[in-house]
């Protein structure tokens, strides 16, 4: 699966444990329906209409999405900031929290 990504094996194999915990106790239709509504949006088009702030903070050892993916994204919404981070996967925010906390944090003083 996905969310099982990491460029950490240690925080991977964490990851790994706690969401087959946590699944044991998921309603799996609502997973299903969650997952397609995220499919369904349009984050780009959405962002225009509204010119909303936006920040992105991508993982450049990110397996998923390419860094190319992200500059493109990027350069299509409005008001947009992007941070990379260093020795990080696709899933930043379960890897570094404090160090995304902090970002998100700083972010929000300056927007």
């Known amino acids: 699966m996905i969310i099982f990504k990491s460029s950490d094996r240690k ?32 984050l780009i088009k959405l962002n225009q209409k509204n010119n909303i702030q936006s920040l992105i903070i991508a993982g450049d050892s990110d397996e998923i999405v390419s860094l190319n993916s992200i500059e493109k994204l990027a350069d299509s919404l409005v008001n947009c900031k992007v941070k990379i981070m260093e020795n990080s996967g696709h899933l930043v925010p379960l890897e570094h929290p404090k160090v995304v906390a902090e970002i998100i944090k700083h972010w929000l003083t300056v927007t």
């Open 11 to 42: 925080k991977q194999q964490q990851i790994m444990r706690n969401d087959f915990k946590e699944s044991k106790n998921l309603d799996h239709r609502v997973v299903m329906e969650i997952f397609d509504e995220f499919y369904k949006s349009n």
